[in-house]
């Protein structure tokens, strides 16, 4: 019932929580990804890129 839905929601909120730590993790030995990282949250700091376009070519760097 109720009980087991809670326990399908953690199970799929932990999932997603491993995989966002195991990508962060990978993200930050990554020299390329770090230094690119720094110049586009310069960027968005002056509001100069949107987050969203940030983020994805970050991710799409990370995945070469």
Same mark, same amino acid.
Do not use: C, K, N
């Given at each position: 019932?109720?009980?087991? #839905?809670? +326990?399908?929601?953690? #199970?799929? %909120?932990? $999932?997603?929580?491993?995989?966002? /730590?195991?990508?962060? #993790?990978?993200?930050? /030995?990554?020299? %390329?990804? =770090? #230094? +690119?990282?720094?110049?586009?949250?310069?960027? =968005?700091?002056?509001?100069?890129?949107? =987050?969203? &376009?940030? &983020?994805?070519? $970050?991710?799409? $760097?990370?995945? +070469?």
């Amino acid at each position: 019932g109720q009980l087991d #839905a809670l +326990r399908a929601e953690q #199970a799929v %909120a932990q $999932l997603i929580d491993e995989i966002q /730590t195991a990508l962060y #993790a990978r993200a930050r /030995t990554d020299g %390329a990804f =770090v #230094a +690119r990282h720094r110049e586009l949250e310069q960027r =968005v700091v002056e509001r100069r890129l949107s =987050v969203s &376009a940030a &983020a994805r070519e $970050l991710i799409e $760097l990370l995945f +070469r």
